[in-house]
T-cell receptor
Framework: DQQVKQNSPSLSVQEGRISILNCDYT??????FLWYKKYPAEGPTFLIS?????DKNEDGRFTVFLNKSAKHLSLHIVPSQPGDSAVYFC??????????FGPGTRLSVLP | NAGVMQNPRHLVRRRGQEARLRCSPM?????VYWYRQLPEEGLKFMVY????????ESGMPKERFSAEFPKEGPSILRIQQVVRGDSAAYFC?????????????FGDGTRLSIL
C-alpha cells in the first residue's frame, strides 16, 4: 500500500522550459512534505520542503505547490537546466511518523 | 562541515557472511535513520535511532538485521548471514534534535553486493 505515489517514472524536458514533477499521497496525517534530488552513486540531497499550513514555497528556480484537498503536491523547476537531470523523490511525514518516500521520477533535461 | 559519512561505499559479501555498515551523522545531529533502496525503487525506512536508543525499528526485518547507535562512535547496521536478496543500497540520514518536521540529510550510501 503506497502512501506516497509518483506516477511518472520518467520525464524529459527541453533546457530552459519548465519541469513539473507530481506527487500524490493518501495519508491525511501527513503535514510536512519534501523533495529530494538524487544523482547516481550519491545520496539524496534535500531540495525544498513545505508545511501543510502553506500552499506554496519558493526557493530560486524551485517552487513546491501543495493542494491538501487533493492530497497532491508538485515541484516546478524553471528554467530547467541540464544539471537538473536526476531522480527526484517526494517524501512526506507528520505527527511523529517516519518519512515515507515515493518511488521517484527520473528527470532528463535535454540541451 | 562534514556531511553524513558512510563507509564502506561498496561492500561485497558471500552468502552466509556478516555485513557491517557504518554511519557518522552530521555534527550536532543526534537522530539517525537507515533506509534501503532496491534497484528502480524508492527509499524504504528501516530504523530510527537516537544515541543508545532504538526509537522505531518497524521497517527492519525481524531476523538477521540489527542496528545500534552507541554513545561513542558511529551508528552500525549489521546484517548477519546475508542472502542474495540483501543486495541493495543502504542509506543513512541524520537530523538535529527537536521538531521532527525538518529535513533529513543523507550520506552517499553503502552498496552491498552478495555473491
Amino acid at each position: 500500500d503506497q502512501q506516497v505515489k509518483q506516477n511518472s517514472p520518467s520525464l524529459s524536458v527541453q533546457e530552459g522550459r519548465i519541469s513539473i514533477l507530481n506527487c500524490d499521497y493518501t495519508n491525511s496525517m501527513f503535514d510536512y512534505f519534501l523533495w529530494y534530488k538524487k544523482y547516481p552513486a550519491e545520496g539524496p540531497t534535500f531540495l525544498i520542503s513545505i508545511s501543510s499550513i502553506k500552499d506554496k514555497n519558493e526557493d530560486g528556480r524551485f517552487t513546491v505547490f501543495l493542494n491538501k484537498s487533493a492530497k497532491h503536491l508538485s515541484l516546478h523547476i524553471v528554467p530547467s537546466q541540464p544539471g537538473d537531470s536526476a531522480v527526484y523523490f517526494c517524501a512526506a511525514t507528520g505527527h511523529g511518523q517516519n518519512f515515507v518516500f515515493g518511488p521517484g521520477t527520473r528527470l532528463s533535461v535535454l540541451p | 562541515n562534514a556531511g553524513v559519512m558512510q563507509n564502506p561505499r561498496h561492500l561485497v559479501r558471500r552468502r552466509g557472511q556478516e555485513a557491517r555498515l557504518r554511519c557518522s551523522p552530521m555534527k550536532g545531529h543526534s537522530h539517525v535513520y537507515w533506509y534501503r533502496q532496491l534497484p528502480e525503487e524508492g527509499l524504504k525506512f528501516m530504523v530510527y535511532l537516537q544515541k543508545e536508543n532504538i526509537i522505531d525499528e518497524s521497517g527492519m526485518p525481524k531476523e538477521r538485521f540489527s542496528a545500534e547507535f552507541p554513545k561513542e562512535g558511529p551508528s552500525i547496521l549489521r546484517i548477519q548471514q546475508v542472502v542474495r536478496g540483501d543486495s541493495a543500497a543502504y542509506f543513512c540520514a541524520s537530523s538535529p534534535p527537536g521538531n521532527s518536521n525538518q529535513p533529513q540529510h543523507f550520506g552517499d550510501g553503502t552498496r552491498l553486493s552478495i555473491l
